[in-house]
Nanobody, 114 residues
Framework: QAQLQESGGGLVQPGGSLKLSCVAS????????MGWYRQAPGKPREWVAR??????DYADPVKGRFTISRDNAKKTVYLQMNNLGPEDTAVYYC?????????WGQGTQVTVSS
């Protein structure tokens, strides 16, 4: 089994930055892709970013603003979010793909508002 715990969400003004963290516990391997999704009110959950041994990928809306990184020794994945706008307001979920089995965190709220 694996468990994921996000942190780092909060309220930020437009143009501001936040850094999310996701700590994994259990059997996690560096080869297992990890990533971030988000869900805004009234909208379906959408993919944001993913990191694998081959590198990182980003959804178009966040390219150039968000950076995903990973510390395998700490079993932690990060999401650095810069130049945030109201459209980034959502609950952000950490995701782990462990040999085709999906694991999700509980989510952390990010609110961008003045």
């Amino acid at each position: 089994q694996a468990q994921l715990q996000e942190s780092g969400g909060g309220l930020v003004q437009p143009g501001g930055s936040l850094k999310l963290s996701c700590v994994a516990s259990g059997q996690i391997y560096s080869i297992n892709p990890m990533g971030w999704y988000r869900q805004a009110p009234g909208k379906p959950r959408e993919w944001v970013a993913r990191i694998t041994t081959g590198g990182a990928d980003y959804a178009d809306p966040v390219k150039g603003r968000f950076t995903i990184s990973r510390d395998n020794a700490k079993k932690t994945v990060y999401l650095q979010m810069n130049n945030l706008g109201p459209e980034d307001t959502a609950v952000y979920y950490c995701h782990l793909d462990r040999w085709g089995v999906d694991f999700w965190g509980q989510g952390t709220q990010v609110t961008v508002s003045s």
